[in-house]
């Protein structure tokens, strides 16, 4: 995803630009098929290696684009609206009418003061549109490597450059290693990138590393919505639910997919992705759905029962249970950072899925890329360090909304290394015996943090304004900073206080 936008934002500052991807996906089965057909493969297939999208692993989960990415997609992609809304019968949904969302337990006013519009699509469609779109605006200058894996960096130790890649041919056996050269080299391979074993092995360099296991389990499926006999509920297309540890460490959300016409009176007329997804492995059960169904009975809000008694189930209950918070703090190693080579998107810093933020933060790196490289007064030397300062303070934004969260967790478990490469472990209510080295210790910032959020939310529920303010935030649409600002600041702590008064009286 992140790769795809960053090379249609280079083509304004390279000749050529050569993607290398370790799938097969310029493979007719994905380039060719019309819309129904990419619907018949998301929803038949059990494991993304079926349609040849074993990199990605996620691809079957639930992803929701939020506002600033879709906004992103639009201006790089002027016809992919059109092509989503038109042929692959996709929907823009409106947060003010269509949207039910509990955050940490609390639901969020719904008398918004301002629309947000949502896209309704599955990751897998989206991301098959892109890229033919992306082959079709850009073809003279993006030239596709598929089935080739990137193995190891090629440097200039002594002038600490990194000059190119060596990539194998994924489908030959024993197949020999190519040498690739480049003036630029970004890497975008995602959660499971190799990037810090490489730079070890290749010019002895460290990467501070800070990784958070917070137990996380996903069970995702499609489902047509059909009548629950609450007209209610059935007018909501988007129901999300937030975990809220450590007293509820379940959440679910609803999201559609595609329209579709039916001529059963009882269908809502809507194909959705459901999630249902946990914290603190307390994992939903995907062996058949009658028992994911009596989980959820006794983990779920009851109208979440209601809902998904009533829908029918159009594909396999596909697992995901990999995600961590993982962040690698590169804008910390200044200079020691080679020239010509970046890490983008969740290569440089993946977060917990709950809040959908990992596509419009790669997004938003890659657009500040373009940024730095139209700023034209940079050598191109500097540009990995500009880059890293930059692109880290968007990953910051977002690895406090999930950390702050993540801290909650029961069982959380730590793993730092710091620029030596002394790795430690910490854990809470771990399986071993917690010495004083190994105690989590929560950081005075996330006590504020939480507290303030906590108290924030509480306020939001009842005012249409701060509910719109954090959606805003929610959708990378604007700075976190402005939950802080001084009339927020204010109402969110008067109300704390006010509340603590009362209850102390009583
Ligand atoms: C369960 C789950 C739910 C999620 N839900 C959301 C959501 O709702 N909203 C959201 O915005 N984000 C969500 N995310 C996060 C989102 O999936 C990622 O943030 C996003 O895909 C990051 O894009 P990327 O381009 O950095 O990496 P990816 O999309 O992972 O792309 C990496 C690419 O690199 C290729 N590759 C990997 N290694 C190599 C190699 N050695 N050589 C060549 N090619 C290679 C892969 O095949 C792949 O195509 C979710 C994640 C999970 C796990």
Request: glycine share 6%; aromatic share 10%; net charge neutral.
């Amino acid at each position: 995803m992140g790769g795809m936008v960053t090379a249609a934002y280079l083509t304004k500052y390279f000749s050529r630009i050569t993607i290398i991807e370790s799938d097969n996906i310029q493979d007719d089965t994905l380039m060719k098929s019309t819309s129904s057909e990419i619907l018949d493969y998301r929803c038949r297939l059990e494991s993304p290696t079926s349609v040849g999208r074993s990199g990605v692993s996620q691809i079957y989960q639930t992803h929701v684009m939020e506002g600033e990415g879709h906004e992103i997609l639009r201006e790089l992609f002027p016809q992919l609206d059109n092509k989503l809304l038109n042929e692959y019968d996709i929907r823009n949904y409106s947060l003010k009418t269509e949207l039910r969302f509990f955050v940490n337990g609390i639901l969020l006013n719904q008398n918004l003061t301002k629309d947000i519009e949502w896209l309704g699509a599955d990751r897998f469609t989206l991301e098959t549109v892109l890229r033919k779109e992306l082959c079709l605006q850009f073809e003279n200058q993006i030239e596709w490597k598929c089935n080739s894996r990137v193995t190891q960096l090629i440097v200039d130790q002594s002038s600490n450059i990194v000059k190119g890649i060596k990539y194998r041919c994924k489908q030959t056996v024993g197949s020999p290693l190519f040498d690739m050269y480049g003036d630029f080299i970004i890497d975008c391979s995602g959660r499971n990138s190799s990037s810090t074993k490489w730079l070890k092995e290749s010019l002895n360099l460290i990467v501070p590393t800070e990784q958070m296991h917070f137990g996380c389990g996903y069970v995702t499926f499609v489902g047509e919505r059909l009548k629950t006999g609450n007209p209610k509920l059935d007018s909501i297309p988007v129901i999300c639910s937030t975990v809220n540890a450590p007293d509820k460490n379940a959440g679910c959300y609803i999201v559609p997919m595609r329209t579709i016409k039916t001529s059963d009176e009882n269908s809502l007329g809507t194909l959705a992705q459901i999630s249902i997804h946990c914290v603190n492995s307390e994992f939903p059960p995907n062996d058949s759905y009658e028992n994911l169904l009596e989980w959820i009975k006794e983990n779920l809000d009851p109208d979440y029962y209601t809902i998904l008694k009533s829908t029918k189930v159009y594909s396999p209950l596909i697992p995901y249970h990999r995600a961590i918070d993982d962040r690698k703090y590169v804008e910390l190693l200044g200079k020691k950072w080679p020239q010509n080579y970046i890490l983008l998107g969740d290569a440089m810093c993946t977060f917990n899925p709950q809040f959908g933020q990992g596509m419009t933060h790669a997004c938003r790196q890659a657009r500040e890329l373009s940024k730095i490289f139209a700023e034209n007064c940079h050598k191109l030397k500097d540009i990995s360090h500009i880059f890293n300062s930059r692109a880290s303070a968007i990953s910051e934004e977002c690895w406090l909304l999930s950390t702050t969260n993540d801290w909650k967790t029961p069982t959380l478990k730590i793993i730092k290394t710091d620029k030596n490469g002394q790795t430690k472990t910490y854990q809470r209510n771990g399986d071993f015996p917690a010495t004083k080295d190994n105690q989590l210790r929560l950081p005075l910032l996330t006590k504020i943090l939480q507290w303030y959020i906590g108290s924030f939310l509480k306020c939001a529920s009842k005012s249409g304004q701060l509910s719109t303010d954090f959606l805003h935030v929610m959708n990378q649409q604007t700075s976190p900073f402005i939950l802080f600002k001084p009339t927020i600041l204010f109402t969110v702590c008067y109300t704390a206080l006010m509340n603590c008064f009362n209850l102390s009286k009583k």
